[in-house]
């Protein structure tokens, strides 16, 4: 198995673990509330978090396979040979946008990483680093996107000849 098969497999098992996870504390917390009147009181942050880290990491996950909502019926109407172009251009913007929300996210979690989060009093570092995180992946994803686009111009072109 490749390198890059292993780290998708890791990103899918985290992904799924932590989505478990949440699934499980939030049916806890439910059963303690409604059945036992005597709800947790740091479910509902974990549960939060958990589910903030499942959306930014799967993000890439849903770049990587083509996931995320796009509108393509303009780029449809052009012709064959501009529409990678505009693929490449909007990967680009996203890889910004990304650049920044890395950036400003790894700053939020620093300012944040002494400040006790209120039920369970850990670091709110911790939560705040999904933000970085979960944008790194979907960067590296977005760029693997431009990657696939130029070898499968190359390929083309190379098979035109």
């Known amino acids: 198995m490749n390198l890059k098969k292993i780290a998708q497999n890791s990103l899918e098992n985290t992904i799924a673990g932590l989505f478990i996870l ?4 939030t049916f ?3 059963v303690a509330r409604y059945v036992f ?3 947790f009181t740091w479910s509902e942050e974990l549960a939060r ?3 903030v ?3 930014m990491l799967a993000g890439g996950l849903g770049i990587q396979r083509g996931a995320h909502i796009g509108v393509d019926a303009l780029i449809e109407k052009l012709p064959r040979r501009f529409q990678p172009v505009i693929e490449v251009i909007n990967h680009l913007l996203v ?22 989060s209120p039920a369970m009093q850990v670091s709110l570092g911790w939560a705040y680093l999904a933000i970085p995180i979960g ?4 960067l590296i994803f977005s760029m ?11 390929s083309k072109v190379g098979g035109e000849k």
Do not use: C
Request: glycine residues 2%; charged residues 15%.
């Open 22 to 25: 949440f699934v499980i504390i």
């Open 28 to 30: 806890a917390q439910v």
């Open 37 to 39: 009147n005597d709800p």
């Open 49 to 51: 978090y958990l589910f």
């Open 53 to 55: 880290w499942t959306v």
């Open 95 to 116: 890889i910004v946008f990304l650049l920044f929300l890395t950036i400003k996210g790894f700053s939020m979690a620093m300012i944040n990483i002494s400040t006790p």
């Open 135 to 138: 944008a790194f992946v979907m």
């Open 144 to 154: 693997e996107k431009i990657y696939e686009i130029f070898i499968r111009r190359n």
